[in-house]
């Protein structure tokens, strides 16, 4: 799979470096990606992991030491624990990186919910250490077929 930024936003926020320039509010650049994902079901839940690649190039302010073209390694691995009635709870570890300079790694303890054709996940990102964030949320909707 892959994507581009089609243009920048513009905006009225002065950029701190430069005096008489604006700072953009989102990034340029291309990604291509790809991956393997693995599932099994155990007694305790269920086992899924993901192991992907992108690959960025002509992306602005993105990496660390500001290269505009590199590689990441994106991991990923959850267990979907047994259900509390409707709701499933979960954990998931995830990486992405380039074991060098960029480098996330974070926690997110999370709650699952189904209904019909519709799910629903809510959780914390807890950033463990790295150049990823610190603490967050996640909230994500998705209709399968």
């Known amino acids: ?15 701190l470096k430069i005096a008489d320039e604006f700072d953009p509010m989102n990034h340029t650049g291309i990604v291509f ?10 007694s305790f839940g269920q086992l899924l ?21 590199f590689p ?4 990923k ?7 509390w009635g409707a709701l499933h709870p979960a954990v998931e570890v995830t990486y992405l ?17 189904t209904y019909k054709s519709l799910d629903l996940k809510a959780g914390a990102e ?7 964030n610190e603490l967050g949320a996640v909230l994500q909707a998705g209709i399968h077929f």
Request: no cysteine; aromatic share 8%; hydrophobic share 30%.
């Open 33 to 42: 990606s790809g991956g393997v994902k693995f599932d099994r079901q155990h």
């Open 126 to 132: 807890i950033g463990m250490g790295g150049t990823g």
């Open 77 to 83: 691995l959850a267990v979907v624990f047994s259900p």
């Open 72 to 75: 990441v390694l994106d991991a």
């Open 1 to 15: 799979s892959g994507g581009r930024v089609p243009g920048r936003l513009e905006t009225t926020k002065r950029d």
């Open 97 to 113: 990186g380039d074991f060098s300079d960029l480098n996330q790694f974070s926690v997110l303890p999370e709650l699952l919910y």
């Open 49 to 69: 992991a993901n192991l992907g690649l992108r690959y960025y190039t002509d992306s602005d302010d993105l990496h660390p030491n500001g290269d505009d073209t």
